[in-house]
């Protein structure tokens, strides 16, 4: 089936993170791009060019297009409560998962095979002979290229207030091989997954089943107590923030050194991006204050800053390494949301050419491509290559 397919991809999830060599060798044998369930971020390297991100409404560009243009999925321990959604309805389905009862659970399969991930993925790898990059194969690599390109062009924007990019650039750049990352829920869920270059020798944990807010700070909390010796940031928006805030007092009284951002737009900004992006509907309940989050850190006891740049923020960053404490960083944040990615306006073949300008215009979204070019290049690559080598054979 992965031979005959035009389009296959691997599909994994937490189930398959003891199997990080395996999923590389699969892939390159038989040149399927990865795509991963959000919680699996981390298994491979963010650079590792096959890699595409996730799919779902926090995911990148790349692995969004490519789930729904693949016609296989090899599905590896994921259980994803949405998955149905999120793909080539027609695709083929060949499942693994270790529990029976997650075989078929979040969509049809064709084939189900129940075993360990790493297993598995050993027997399908030896199983079959190599495979030539296929359109689709290619067309992917492109596609995740382009991406990453137009995210980067935006490291240094000067524009005020600051929009995520710069800061994540900063954070990149200084956080440790062995830094652990607490993510709250909310817009830094879509950030964290789209612009935080993951190695799979660090660790990250958000609330994946719950989305419950307020969760930073306590998983930071647990994961400087089992990693005393790590770097350890919570990530929050400033509504999910000043739900438990208060914790910063718990930081405090164990004198945990915990380097904690928060990313105020005052708003509840997933859900304003909803509301008016997604579902079209007034906005409503979600405003909150502008609140001086450094002022309140200190009063709590910890070292606090309010960022309004990347410079401010890599001073802050910089001067955090001469405390013990725990660290505030307030950084007032652009009220600009990023886009989802499963209703984008970027195709002038099926759609409107005024939404594409309006989408293009909103987004800074000049340099990105559909898809669907890249697969058109690809194809046309292939096709002039073969002609190539037919008309040399002519000529000798
Ligand atoms: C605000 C917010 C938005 C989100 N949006 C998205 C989104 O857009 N897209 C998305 O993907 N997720 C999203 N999530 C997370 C999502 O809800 C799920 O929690 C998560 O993706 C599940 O990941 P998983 O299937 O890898 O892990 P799990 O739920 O832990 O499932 C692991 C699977 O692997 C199996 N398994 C375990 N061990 C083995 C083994 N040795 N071999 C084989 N199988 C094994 C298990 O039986 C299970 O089926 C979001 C979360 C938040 C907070
Ligand atoms: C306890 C709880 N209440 C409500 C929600 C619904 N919800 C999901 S994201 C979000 C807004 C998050 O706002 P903020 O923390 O300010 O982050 P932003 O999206 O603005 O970056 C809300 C209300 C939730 N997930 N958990
Ligand atoms: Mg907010």
Redesign the pocket.
């Given at each position: 089936m992965i031979k005959q397919a035009k389009g296959p991809i691997i599909y994994f999830g937490l189930g398959a993170k003891h199997a990080r060599k395996q999923l590389i060798k699969v892939s390159e044998k038989y040149k399927m791009p990865l795509v991963s369930s959000v919680l699996a971020k981390g298994v491979l390297d963010e650079d590792y060019p096959a890699y595409l991100g996730s799919t779902g409404r926090v995911a990148p560009k790349p692995g969004v297009e490519a789930a729904m243009a693949t016609d296989l999925i090899l599905w590896v321990g994921n259980d994803v409560p949405f998955a149905s959604l999120l793909f080539n309805p027609n695709a083929k389905v060949i499942q693994i998962d270790i529990e029976s009862t997650k075989l078929g659970k979040r969509r049809h399969n064709d084939v189900a095979i129940l075993a360990d991930a790493k297993e598995a993925l050993k027997a399908i790898y030896k199983a079959g002979t190599e495979s030539k990059p296929t359109p689709f194969y290619e067309a992917c690599i492109a596609n995740k290229k382009n991406w990453t390109e137009w995210q980067d062009s935006f490291k240094d924007s000067s524009e005020s207030p600051v929009r995520p990019e710069p800061i994540f650039d900063v954070l990149n750049k200084t956080a440790s091989d062995k830094a652990v990352w607490a993510i709250?829920?909310?817009?830094?869920n879509i950030n964290f997954e789209r612009l935080l270059d993951i190695k799979h020798t660090m660790k990250w944990t958000t609330?994946g089943k719950y989305?419950?807010?307020?969760y930073g700070l306590p998983a930071a909390i647990a994961a400087k107590v089992v990693y005393p010796d790590r770097d350890v940031y919570s990530l929050?928006?400033?509504?999910?923030?000043?739900?438990l805030c208060e914790e910063i007092l718990t930081q405090v009284k164990y004198g945990l050194h915990i380097i904690n951002v928060v990313?105020s737009?005052a708003?509840?900004?997933?859900?304003?991006?909803e509301q008016r992006d997604d579902t079209h509907q007034p906005l409503s309940g979600?405003d909150?204050p502008d609140t001086d989050w450094a002022t309140i850190g200190k009063g709590m006891g910890a070292k606090a800053y309010t960022v309004h740049d990347k410079a401010e923020f890599q001073a802050a960053i910089d001067d955090a390494k001469n405390t013990d404490l725990p660290v505030v960083i307030d950084v007032k944040?652009t009220h600009k949301?990023p886009f989802t990615t499963q209703h984008m306006f970027i195709d002038p073949a099926y759609q409107d050419q005024k939404q594409i300008d309006e989408f293009v215009a909103k987004y800074d979204a000049q340099a990105i491509k559909p898809f669907r070019a890249f697969l058109k290049d690809a194809k046309d690559a292939q096709l002039a290559k073969a002609d190539a080598k037919k008309s040399g054979k002519k000529a000798k």
């Open positions: 709250d829920v909310g817009n830094v609330s989305a419950t807010m307020g929050s928006g400033d509504g999910g923030y000043a739900m990313f737009n708003t509840l900004g997933f859900i304003e991006a979600v909150i944040l949301m």
